[in-house]
């Protein structure tokens, strides 16, 4: 059986199409407390402590609060070519947006609560820039 | 998002690739927060960290011909001199961040203040103006204190805002944004700034990122210095850019009935315990001290005098470093007094902040400060704090101990 995909129409700051599986937080990932080098989570209490992000959709529920810091964890990601394929961010705000813009990675908002429960089980995610649209694959596993 | 034709010509880079680099962060941001235009600003603030990522932005804007546009102050960095003084080794790498800092700067053409309370002198925003200021002390101080408006920007976001004199109109430059969504209702005891510290610090923990708390039941009589901890600590311990405090700011003011004002019937009470709490946790340890930290923001004139007043006739004790953080400005005003206090042991320095390489001669020991921030950003750093007020700290430098 072959795995069912959703299309919909996301906000999104890119300058390519994109795709990645999905890493899914429902916590926010500090960059600067990601290993440049393994790309590995550091964060102590992390539920993702220990996961790599390199080429992942990370799929996160908030980028409130973030810390300052956010843009020189990403830039170190991304000097090492370490970064995620896209960020999926529920409820951003401008630290997180502006350190993925600046870093060239894509970063996609505007999805419902729907789509986060469904990024939860895993899966994959394309992103079409130009169009503005977030594909999600179910993973097959899921699909069965 | 809608732009004029001029904006749309500096983005397709008619007006120069670094014009067009430093639009193109504006407008991915108003898209991605539905601003529908942008909006001109006046004056900016760049928190420049001097760390790799935010070098690289800056560098990318400059080289590729960007100015600012509009007056943008900078954060502190530190003072290439103090390396000399304190006999610390830095290394290339380190001293290399703070070149390209201050080089990058000159590029710019932003005004190296160096200085993080922009707000309380040189960079000061009026009633009701639209601003880009980056800075956790910054942005909740010219919100509410002044009812000036700006987002809790990025210093990327600021500086791009300083290049362009425009920002992305959305979040808390719109009324509906600005609106209470909580009352706090304080009935503990707060009778100085570093009880404003302690209350600031505590409701950045309980609230909500953006929350808008309306804040009753604190004393009208509000100092410059309460009001910017006040702001420091509920933005570091959470992400708070704007409160409204009963009777004190001006936004507040203009309502008669703020019960009404307020968007939701969510209310919080904040006791003594509380209150508390959070000083037993910042103030329980104690031992012997290398170091004293003062102005995490920036002092203010007053509190330096006040060291210089409470240190009369004694001098900080042979193993403790006392050091006080202020802008260049509030150093030439001092004058002589920056000598008086350099013979009782005081070191009252410009354009620096505690959380910079300089300082790792203290690392590793116990130090004692005022600031609830720079102890939070100095663990980083292996160093612990005992937070308390400047009248306990001087008399812990001067013994040596707490």
Redesign the interface.
Same mark, same amino acid.
């Given at each position: 059986m072959s795995a069912k995909s959703y299309v919909q129409k996301v906000?999104? *700051?890119c300058n390519g199409n994109t795709e990645g599986e999905v890493l899914f937080s429902n916590r926010s990932v500090n960059f600067y407390l990601v290993d440049p080098v393994t790309s590995e989570i550091l964060e102590d209490d992390h539920p993702l402590k220990g996961i790599k992000v390199k080429g992942k959709a990370l799929v996160i529920p908030?980028g409130? #609060?973030?810390s @300052? @810091? $956010?843009? =020189? #964890?990403?830039? $170190?990601l991304l +000097?090492r070519n370490n970064q995620p394929s896209m960020i999926v961010v529920k409820d951003? =705000?401008?630290?997180i @947006?502006? *350190?993925a !813009? !600046?870093?060239d990675v894509p !970063?996609v +908002?505007g999805v419902n609560d729907e789509f986060m429960s469904m990024a939860k089980k895993g899966g994959s995610l394309r992103l079409d820039c130009q169009r503005r649209e977030l594909t999600f694959v179910e993973s097959v596993e899921e699909s069965k | 998002m809608l732009l004029t034709t001029e904006e749309e010509n500096v983005l397709n880079g008619n007006f120069g690739i670094g014009k067009s680099n430093a639009m193109k962060l504006l407008v991915s941001l108003g898209e991605m927060f539905d601003a529908d235009r942008l909006i001109p600003i006046k004056r900016a603030h760049w928190a420049v960290s001097g760390q790799e990522g935010d070098l690289f932005f800056a560098e990318k804007l400059a080289n590729s011909g960007a100015r600012v546009s509009v007056v943008t102050t900078t954060n502190p960095a530190w003072d290439s001199s103090l390396s000399d003084l304190f006999h610390v080794d830095i290394d290339d790498y380190e001293r290399s961040l703070l070149d390209r800092t201050i080089e990058v700067s000159d590029k710019l053409g932003v005004i190296k203040s160096f200085n993080c309370t922009p707000y309380l002198y040189k960079d000061v925003p009026s009633f009701g103006e639209h601003t880009a200021f980056s800075e956790s002390s910054a942005t909740p101080y010219i919100n509410s204190v002044y009812g000036a408006r700006t987002n809790r920007e990025s210093s990327s976001s600021a500086l791009a805002a300083g290049v362009i004199g425009k920002t992305p109109n959305y979040g808390l430059h719109l009324d509906k944004n600005r609106v209470p969504n909580i009352t706090v209702d304080v009935s503990a005891q707060i009778k100085d700034d570093f009880d404003m510290g302690l209350l600031g610090w505590y409701l950045g923990e309980i609230l909500k990122p953006d929350d808008v708390p309306l804040i009753r039941g604190l004393s009208s009589e509000m100092t410059e210095e309460g009001l910017r901890d006040f702001g420091a600590m509920i933005n570091t311990s959470g992400a708070v850019s704007l409160f409204h405090l009963e009777g004190v700011t001006p936004e507040v003011k203009r309502i008669s009935d703020t019960s009404l004002w307020v968007t939701s019937r969510e209310k919080i009470t904040v006791t003594s315990e509380d209150v508390e709490r959070v000083r037993k946790k910042f103030t329980e340890r104690g031992g012997k001290i290398n170091s004293v930290y003062i102005g995490c923001p920036h002092s203010t004139i007053p509190e330096i005098m006040k060291v210089n007043r409470l240190l009369d006739g004694r001098k900080v004790n042979d193993d403790v470093k006392f050091l006080i953080f202020t802008s260049a400005t509030n150093l030439k005003i001092l004058g002589e007094n920056v000598k008086k206090l350099a013979s009782k042991g005081v070191y009252v320095m410009q354009d620096s902040c505690v959380d910079e390489p300089v300082f790792k001669f203290t690392e590793g020991g116990l130090g004692a400060t005022n600031s609830l921030k720079a102890a939070y950003y100095r663990k980083r750093r292996n160093q612990e704090f005992v937070v308390t007020t400047i009248e306990n700290l001087v008399e812990a430098a001067v013994r040596g101990y707490i």
């Amino acid at each position: 059986m072959s795995a069912k995909s959703y299309v919909q129409k996301v906000k999104s *700051a890119c300058n390519g199409n994109t795709e990645g599986e999905v890493l899914f937080s429902n916590r926010s990932v500090n960059f600067y407390l990601v290993d440049p080098v393994t790309s590995e989570i550091l964060e102590d209490d992390h539920p993702l402590k220990g996961i790599k992000v390199k080429g992942k959709a990370l799929v996160i529920p908030s980028g409130k #609060g973030s810390s @300052v @810091v $956010q843009l =020189d #964890g990403l830039y $170190q990601l991304l +000097t090492r070519n370490n970064q995620p394929s896209m960020i999926v961010v529920k409820d951003p =705000d401008p630290v997180i @947006v502006s *350190a993925a !813009i !600046i870093c060239d990675v894509p !970063i996609v +908002t505007g999805v419902n609560d729907e789509f986060m429960s469904m990024a939860k089980k895993g899966g994959s995610l394309r992103l079409d820039c130009q169009r503005r649209e977030l594909t999600f694959v179910e993973s097959v596993e899921e699909s069965k | 998002m809608l732009l004029t034709t001029e904006e749309e010509n500096v983005l397709n880079g008619n007006f120069g690739i670094g014009k067009s680099n430093a639009m193109k962060l504006l407008v991915s941001l108003g898209e991605m927060f539905d601003a529908d235009r942008l909006i001109p600003i006046k004056r900016a603030h760049w928190a420049v960290s001097g760390q790799e990522g935010d070098l690289f932005f800056a560098e990318k804007l400059a080289n590729s011909g960007a100015r600012v546009s509009v007056v943008t102050t900078t954060n502190p960095a530190w003072d290439s001199s103090l390396s000399d003084l304190f006999h610390v080794d830095i290394d290339d790498y380190e001293r290399s961040l703070l070149d390209r800092t201050i080089e990058v700067s000159d590029k710019l053409g932003v005004i190296k203040s160096f200085n993080c309370t922009p707000y309380l002198y040189k960079d000061v925003p009026s009633f009701g103006e639209h601003t880009a200021f980056s800075e956790s002390s910054a942005t909740p101080y010219i919100n509410s204190v002044y009812g000036a408006r700006t987002n809790r920007e990025s210093s990327s976001s600021a500086l791009a805002a300083g290049v362009i004199g425009k920002t992305p109109n959305y979040g808390l430059h719109l009324d509906k944004n600005r609106v209470p969504n909580i009352t706090v209702d304080v009935s503990a005891q707060i009778k100085d700034d570093f009880d404003m510290g302690l209350l600031g610090w505590y409701l950045g923990e309980i609230l909500k990122p953006d929350d808008v708390p309306l804040i009753r039941g604190l004393s009208s009589e509000m100092t410059e210095e309460g009001l910017r901890d006040f702001g420091a600590m509920i933005n570091t311990s959470g992400a708070v850019s704007l409160f409204h405090l009963e009777g004190v700011t001006p936004e507040v003011k203009r309502i008669s009935d703020t019960s009404l004002w307020v968007t939701s019937r969510e209310k919080i009470t904040v006791t003594s315990e509380d209150v508390e709490r959070v000083r037993k946790k910042f103030t329980e340890r104690g031992g012997k001290i290398n170091s004293v930290y003062i102005g995490c923001p920036h002092s203010t004139i007053p509190e330096i005098m006040k060291v210089n007043r409470l240190l009369d006739g004694r001098k900080v004790n042979d193993d403790v470093k006392f050091l006080i953080f202020t802008s260049a400005t509030n150093l030439k005003i001092l004058g002589e007094n920056v000598k008086k206090l350099a013979s009782k042991g005081v070191y009252v320095m410009q354009d620096s902040c505690v959380d910079e390489p300089v300082f790792k001669f203290t690392e590793g020991g116990l130090g004692a400060t005022n600031s609830l921030k720079a102890a939070y950003y100095r663990k980083r750093r292996n160093q612990e704090f005992v937070v308390t007020t400047i009248e306990n700290l001087v008399e812990a430098a001067v013994r040596g101990y707490i």
